[in-house]
């Protein structure tokens, strides 16, 4: 297993053609968003969609993700959103460290990868359909079972829902920023990938020491396992950080969302990504029918529309999955609806019906919601983005204006806000905690290990240890260096995309609110957002 060139599939859509291309020159670039942001500066002038995977993925227990590098449909700014699922190891099987989607297919189409071929398919008859039914229908026909990934856009992507995500492998995806919308204006509904490629491994020994090793550590992640990123809510709140009802409050009464009362109630099974022991992805269950559940979806279709009840939020999640569009962004649009229209919250039927409408109806305030929350007071959105429901502090918050995250995964701003709680603390010393936190991810990123496993993939000695054992001759000062300067070839592009975190408006509810940290002060926030943008937005360059 010598060290990798990264090597990318290019579709290009237009043509219908494809092409695979090594790129010796950024071997440097360790690989994962590195290798992806590499790639998208490379083609900026073509408006590419990037996928990547990195070194250690799918030969090691967690490194179980892929990372897309986008200009978001809804932001028009530079995007990173991670998925799981088993991409990452049939990409690496199908001899490819990543795959570079440029140009607009005349029709819409489905593109069926392996390692010899990418072969563009009519896609018309998977348009319109539900969400699991383009799984059924694909997994019926196309790549080799066992050995494929499928990712797929929804009916709202078709429609022009700037906030639709893209699916994979039936119960993952890629959130928030749009992926799926992109998908639908190149007129791609989605690509399979099959691989069965073998590698052969040098240091035998040295490889199976770090792979039982890593094994041993993630046994630790016992309570991620059984209860799922839902287990945040006991946290959020016992420290009472849970938007309710358009975050009128930041806490609600009843129990019965906690991830525990799940399990007794209308919990299913579980699930894992490729190769990963934790299988932390809960999926809930309606007769014969499973849903995926986590903590920003139960959130934001649940106490953000005053719904507390397991049933009535699971039915939300269904029909949110069904139609293709994001949870998280979906609660934040209804529970706008339902303080602009002064609606009652937390009756069901409404919101099936909203969800509905929003996907049927061709009237004015539907078709204006495909492109997002307005800049109205009512909407809960940072920076053309809706809220994560995390409302724990100034770095939460932070975070979602600089866009250094936008999902439970890639966000350190609610974890950092949870060590700073009863803290004293300055406004410079918030941004050089979550800059310091943003770089450690980054480093998991390039691997690219889980989100979710910080403690082991964020660990520069873990990740030394695991990249020797793969052949890598990157030193340890040198793979912090990386990570270093990966974080700011980001900030870089985010800027020429246009990015300026100093126009980003605020919500004012989110001054009026006290968080758990107490009231924030407008003054403050502004005044961190002045001191990122003048120590570390402006030097990346
Ligand atoms: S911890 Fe969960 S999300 Fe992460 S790789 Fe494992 S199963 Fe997937």
Redesign the pocket.
Known sequence: MPQIIPTFLHLNLADQNFEVKSYEEFVPKVGGLGWALSIYEKFIDDDPIVFAIGPLSGIFP?A??TIAVFKSPQTGGLTTSLA?GHLARFLRFAGYQGVLITGKAPTPVLVSVDEETADFGDATPLLSLEVPKIFEQIFSSEGIPGRRSVVVTGPAAELGFTYAPLYLDEFFSFPRGGLGRAFAQKNLKGFVVSGTKGEFVENERRYNEVFLSLIKSLKG?RE?SQLGTLRNLTVEKKISGVPFENLRESNFESDELAAPQFLRGIFGKRV??GG?P????HLLRFGDKYTFYDYEGVVSLGPLLGLTKQEDVGQLLARAWGLGLDPTSAGAVLSYLTEKEKLAFGNLETYRDLLTALVTSNEEWALQLRSGLPDEEQALTVGGMEFLPYFNGYASILSQILRLGATT?ENCGFILDLDLLQKEISAKAVVNQLVLAQEKKTLSELLIG????ANVYEDPGVAFGALGATGSSISHEQLLAAAKSIFRHKLMLQKRLGFEPLDVKIPEKFFRIPTPAGFLQKDKLREMIKIYVHDVYEQAN
């Open positions: 967690g179980s993700k799981g992640y991620l894992s990504c990963c934790v299988g932390c992805i995964e889980c989100g979710y496993l």
